[in-house]
T-cell receptor, first 114, second 115 residues
């Protein structure tokens, strides 16, 4: 079984500041890792994913994440945030070779202030 | 590509009533998933179909919940004898098996409120 821990439930930042949203996972098998974003009244949208290869992955809207196997982490970063980045962010895992079922963390609410 | 659509967007019901939600996946997608999301939590997996076959069900899915995908296209999720604890956002997602795992698309969800 897998589990995901998002260490911060809320992260307030000022516009143009850098941000890091933390995610740790636990699994007895190899996993794929994902970050999704959810804007108010909208469905989940994939930001980026790690399947294999380079541990630094780049996604949409200037976000990137780094897979660290030894620390079982997959933190999300953006060097300069915009007010439009205000949303809920979810880290998720799925087991390799499985059903593509996702196990999500509880989410981090990112609020970007002017 | 019209995306994954869910109907209704909102449902308010009284405790003990039955409710049914519909999900229309992206037309060529053969996999369909149902998730439930409560306030302050991430989505939790409920069940998934490949074509019309229901291949996995979560232990979260009590006997009051039933899902179908009769022709391998749209799916319905029925909750019988609703309880206040069933209040949540019910999300549907679809994908094409064998494709890259980035191809999981979510609908906007059905918000259920049980009074």
């Amino acid at each position: 079984a897998q589990s995901v821990t998002q260490l911060d439930s809320q992260v307030p930042v000022f516009e143009e500041a850098p941000v890091e949203l933390r995610c740790n996972y636990s699994s007895s098998v190899s996993v794929y890792l994902f970050w999704y974003v959810q804007y108010p009244n909208q469905g989940l949208q994939l930001l980026l994913k790690y399947l294999s290869g380079s541990t630094l992955v780049k996604g949409i809207n200037g976000f990137e994440a780094e897979f660290n196997k030894s620390q079982t982490s997959f933190h999300l970063r953006k060097p300069s945030v915009h007010i439009s980045d205000t949303a809920e962010y979810f880290c998720a895992v799925s087991s390799k070779g499985g059903s593509e079922k996702l196990v999500f963390g509880k989410g981090t609410k990112l609020t970007v202030n002017p | 590509d019209t995306g994954v659509s869910q109907d209704p967007r909102h449902k308010i019901t009284k405790r003990g009533q039955n409710v049914t939600f519909r999900c229309d996946p992206i037309s060529e997608h053969n996999r369909l998933y149902w998730y439930r999301q409560t306030l302050g939590q991430g989505p939790e997996f409920l069940t998934y179909f490949q074509n019309e076959a229901q291949l996995e069900k979560s232990r979260l899915l009590s006997d009051r919940f039933s899902a179908e995908r009769p022709k391998g296209s749209f799916s319905t999720l029925e909750i019988q004898r609703t309880e206040q604890g069933d209040s949540a956002m019910y999300l549907c997602a679809s994908s094409l098996s064998g494709a890259s795992r980035e191809k999981l698309f979510f609908g906007s969800g059905t918000q259920l409120s049980v009074l």
